[in-house]
């Protein structure tokens, strides 16, 4: 696989910069001439032209407030009017003193007032407070302050925000914002993404994500993956010139009832438009399956993966005995399996990785307390990579933590980070849509992931990309429907390997 992003934590971004620095390589000043580059361009598109733009630098005391004066000292060569608001004591010397001679200002900001009206008379405000040696906290005193005016007051109006290498105040490591933090327009992230531009909840603060790269020989593991299409692609389970639905897989659903019989009918359809080989349906609503998808077999039979929970609630005693009966094939037939709504609290206290775990946030704050650890949905929302990795680690299972970024922890340490579905997603029965394409996924590829407890995480990823695709692919740009989702499946499948 080609990933499109790939991200590196700070420590593995700091060991790769070290041999450079110390043979001499110049990366602020490569860093500090791209991100120049960028703010260029900003200007441009604001006013038409670089020359009499205005930019203002929100300057901290280490290196990121030094690749923002040095750029700043760029920008001031081209005709650009360039002040740096110093938010501490002391900013990085030598930037400082490029800056100065290039006949850029330097302000030491006392008041914060005044610094929040030169900020907003800025056609491009660059934000180079705090990078990835930042402490966990975010911004606080004057800077947070500062951040805290300026981001209230965002309007059609106001500058455009750069972000040097990671918006400050966010978890460079895990997303996680613990204050204040000024919303970008764009990143410019040096050498490598970081974990914290792509995983929620800072995602949604990196605004357009710029890498450069300094020529770092980063590892070959990154901490955090986000997939793009050529990646679902190549890990679509595509029928060969000898397939039969079996060899296709068969996907077994233990879904819905008549009090919810509309997370059968949809998980069902996304199984079957995902093109698996056999959908079997289990429960007391196959007539109305079959009647809205014909394609389905009705009762017991032959599975190679299972889609456990969607519409099930905890009163329905018919049908949590057949999801219970359907774990003993997972448990001592190695069947992988989507565990997702109301199958979650039934779930083993230990299953393969080849079972996936689907929960929203409120869910899996409640899987979390059942067992042991107490935290609630809001604390799910705000650390939601730590709290899918103690799933992970309670369970064994894969988790797959639903939202709009979509993040997927399995084994050997991978993170996935999908962020391809559009906001109209959050609609009811999208869930089931993405528990019947995923338990489509992994019927074709049964025995794959058995064998390489590694590939269920990709495998997930990708389902979560598709799903986000079929989104935008069911109507362009406006509100969908969970229907609608599960109708384009096909289309958006065609075009994914077309283009692959």
């Known amino acids: 696989m080609d990933p499109v992003l790939l991200s590196w934590t700070s420590a593995q971004v700091r ?11 110049p990366l602020m000043e490569r860093a500090a001439f791209a991100l120049a580059g960028a703010v260029a361009r900003e200007l441009r598109a604001r006013r038409g032209r670089v020359v009499g733009g205005v930019v203002v630098l929100l300057v901290g005391p280490g290196n990121n407030g030094g690749d923002a004066l040095h750029a700043g000292a ?3 060569r081209r005709g650009v009017d360039v002040l740096a608001l110093a938010l501490a004591d002391r900013v990085h010397d030598e930037g400082r003193a490029a800056l100065l001679a ?4 330097v302000l030491v900001v006392d008041d914060v007032d005044i610094a929040v009206d030169r900020a907003r008379g800025a056609d491009v405000l660059v934000d ?3 990078g990835i040696g930042a402490r966990a906290g975010g911004l606080t005193g004057g800077a947070g302050a500062l951040v805290e005016r300026l981001d209230a007051s965002r309007d059609e109006g106001a500058p455009v925000v750069v972000a040097v290498d990671t918006p400050s105040g966010i978890g460079v490591d895990d997303g996680s914002v613990s204050g204040p933090v000024l919303r970008a327009d764009r990143t410019v992230t040096f050498g490598g993404s970081k974990p914290g531009l792509v995983l929620p909840p800072a995602a949604h603060l990196t605004g357009v994500l710029e890498v450069v790269d300094l020529g770092l020989a980063l590892p070959d593991e990154p901490a955090v993956v986000r997939l793009e299409d050529r990646d679902a692609a190549a890990l679509w389970p595509v029928p060969g010139p000898d397939a039969h639905k079996y060899t296709r897989g068969v996907v077994g659903v233990v879904a819905g009832a008549r009090r919810y019989p509309g997370a059968a009918v949809l998980a069902t359809s996304a199984a079957v438009l995902a093109g698996v080989g056999m959908v079997r349906y289990l429960g007391d609503v196959g007539d109305l399956v079959v009647a809205r998808r014909p394609e389905v077999v009705v009762g017991p039979g032959r599975v190679q993966a299972w889609v456990f929970g969607p519409g099930v609630s905890p009163d329905d005693a018919a049908q949590r005995r057949r999801i219970e009966h359907a774990f003993e094939g997972v448990l001592h037939r190695g069947e992988p399996a ?8 039934l779930l083993p206290e230990h299953v393969p990785t080849h079972v996936v775990l689907t929960p929203h946030a409120g869910e899996l704050a409640r899987l979390l307390s059942d067992r042991g650890h107490r935290v609630t949905r809001a604390e799910v929302e705000h650390h939601p990579l730590r709290s899918a990795r103690l799933a992970h680690e309670l369970t064994g299972a894969t988790v797959l933590l639903k939202g709009h970024v979509t993040l997927v922890v399995g084994a050997g340490g991978a993170v996935y980070a999908q962020a391809a579905a559009p906001a109209w997603l959050a609609t009811a029965g999208a869930g089931d849509v993405l528990a ?3 338990g489509a996924m992994l019927a074709g590829r049964a025995d794959d992931v058995v064998e390489d407890p590694t590939l269920t995480a990709a495998v997930a990823a990708a389902a979560a990309l598709v799903h986000g695709r079929a989104a935008d692919v069911s109507n362009p740009g406006g509100p969908v429907t969970a229907r609608g989702v599960a109708l384009a499946l096909p289309e958006t499948v065609r075009a994914l390997l077309a283009d692959a």
């Open 74 to 76: 760029v920008l001031r």
């Open 436 to 438: 019947g394409l995923l």
């Open 102 to 105: 290039a006949g850029g200002r």
């Open 128 to 130: 180079g407070i705090l």
């Open 338 to 345: 989507v565990v997702d709504a109301g199958a979650l609290e």
């Open 15 to 25: 060991a790769a910069e070290e041999p450079l620095l110390a043979a001499g390589v």
